[in-house]
């Protein structure tokens, strides 16, 4: 992520296209509980960390552990609000595909000289192979859902983020339970972190970036949907083919991310763009998991109380792309 100058965005554009077909059932009502339901879980889970910090040691909560390296301790005034906005992104996330209770995930937050933020899961859970490849997701997946944790070391997942990025550019809500508005000079931390946990849970893989070779036998079920048409890459999962109307293009030279300013899929960065685009970041918005992201993961095997692909349609994606656009705030630019 990179920072990018400022500046005015005077209209608001639906992320989707419309569609006159029968409606996505499940991502809509997935995506609209979530936000109908989005405080209380909020409250109950900040409510939860609040105990935690109270009779235990800090930093912790039902969902993550979150360890700090790389400062010193001299950002430890962050270490709070960080864990606040971890933990409602990852709420966000795991609400998709975690059915009952989520166990706890071990996050290593790492402060360091990157320009912005970035992350991924620690390990992989071999899935299955098809001759001499093996598949692979993201074991931070399996440490929510079964208890596994990464064999190889103390944390499931890794943040970094730039110390510069972080005093200078991000914004921590000083009151998530309401839904205060974003600073126009600043970037919702709410936001970068829930762009981070997409990667931790289903946007991430071992493809080049620009040519799309596996540098390994192994790909991850991100990567199994990934095909280059025309020289660019797509993703090309049913749902999400459904919920886009087609393949859903990707970011060139940023594969595990969606969308491009200019070219393929330049609807899902017109303002803000969607939560998991691999260009831009607004000041002043708050992000959300779209329907495209939503349905990604459920070409992963990551949503609950999905429908027959066949039952798929856009109509109401158009809505949410609209909800999405009401949601959001207006302002300046960041890049991501
Ligand atoms: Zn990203």
Redesign the pocket.
């Known amino acids: 992520?990179e920072q990018g100058l400022s500046r005015a965005v005077t209209t608001a554009t639906t992320l989707l296209a419309s569609s006159g077909t029968r409606p996505l059932r499940w991502i809509a009502d997935l995506i609209q509980n979530r936000n109908s339901q989005g405080k209380g879980i909020l409250c109950s889970v900040v409510c939860s960390m609040s105990c935690c910090l109270a009779v235990s040691t800090a930093y912790s909560s039902p969902l993550i552990n979150v360890g700090f390296s790389g400062d010193n301790g001299q950002l430890s005034s962050y270490y709070s609000p960080i864990t606040r906005e971890l933990v409602v992104a990852a709420t966000a996330w795991e609400d998709l595909f975690v059915s009952g209770n989520a166990f706890t995930l071990n996050v290593n937050v790492i402060f360091d000289n990157s320009p912005t933020a970035?992350a991924g899961s620690l390990f992989s859970t071999v899935l299955y192979s098809t001759g001499p490849l093996s598949v692979f997701r993201q074991g931070a997946v399996d440490t929510v859902l079964t208890g596994v944790h990464n064999p190889s070391g103390p944390y499931d997942a890794a943040i970094h983020i730039g110390t510069s990025y972080l005093t200078n550019e991000l914004w921590f809500d000083p009151n998530p339970a309401n839904n205060d508005s974003v600073p126009i000079d600043k970037t919702d931390a709410e936001s970068i972190f829930l762009?981070?946990f997409?990667?931790i849970f289903a946007?991430n893989g071992n493809r080049d970036q620009f040519t799309g070779a596996l540098s390994t036998n192994a790909e991850s079920e991100f990567d199994d949907l990934v095909s280059f048409i025309n020289n660019s890459p797509y993703f090309i999962g049913s749902y999400a083919e459904s919920v886009y109307g087609g393949p859903v293009p990707l970011t060139v030279g940023n594969i595990?991310?969606v969308g491009n300013p200019s070219g393929p899929g330049a609807d899902l960065e017109t303002y803000p763009g969607d939560l998991?685009n691999?260009n831009i970041f607004f000041r002043g918005s708050r992000y959300n998991i779209s329907a495209v992201d939503a349905a990604i993961a459920a070409d992963l095997g990551l949503v609950v109380e999905i429908a027959e692909p066949d039952t798929i349609a856009i109509f109401c994606v158009s809505l949410v792309g609209f909800w999405l656009t009401r949601c959001s705030r207006r302002s300046v630019e960041a890049r991501?």
């Open positions: 992520m970035n762009h981070e997409g990667h946007f595990y991310h998991m691999g991501i």
